[in-house]
């Protein structure tokens, strides 16, 4: 059974950095895209950052580029996103998804449908 695990979620004040972690649990998640959403209360699943198949070209969307950081530790089997100068708009539910297999390197999607595999979300929340 293919699972994703995200943890690293919490309470941070504006300015401040977390890192987000996505185990994949039963595949081998360097021939997937891993993606990062962002789901704000009464706002829509947005597309926050993706990390290509086979090649891991890092992808981010406007608002977080320059400082968020997405990376992929093959041995760990793990995807993360590193959360630095954050701001009470990136405040929300953090989901990571999985999509392929594929056989082609550098893949990635930027919306929900570009997903099959999701986990369970974490949340973040940026208060002083």
């Known amino acids: 059974q293919l699972q994703l695990v995200e943890s690293g979620g919490g309470l941070v004040q504006p300015g401040g950095s977390l890192r987000l972690s996505c185990t994949g649990e039963g595949f081998t998640s360097e021939d997937y895209a891993v993606g990062w959403f962002l789901q704000a209360p009464g706002k829509k699943r947005e597309w926050v950052s993706s990390i290509t198949s086979g090649d891991d070209i890092p992808k981010y969307g406007d608002t977080v580029k320059g400082r968020f950081t997405v990376s992929r530790d093959r041995a760990k089997n793990t995807v993360y996103l590193q959360m630095n100068d954050l701001k009470p708009e990136d405040t929300g539910l953090y989901y990571c998804?999985?999509?392929?297999?594929?056989?082609?390197?550098?893949?990635?999607?930027?919306?929900?449908?570009?997903?099959?595999?999701w986990g369970q979300g974490t949340q973040v929340t940026v208060s002083s």
């Open positions: 998804a999985a999509g392929g297999p594929y056989r082609f390197a550098a893949v990635y999607g930027t919306t929900p449908d570009d997903f099959r595999y």
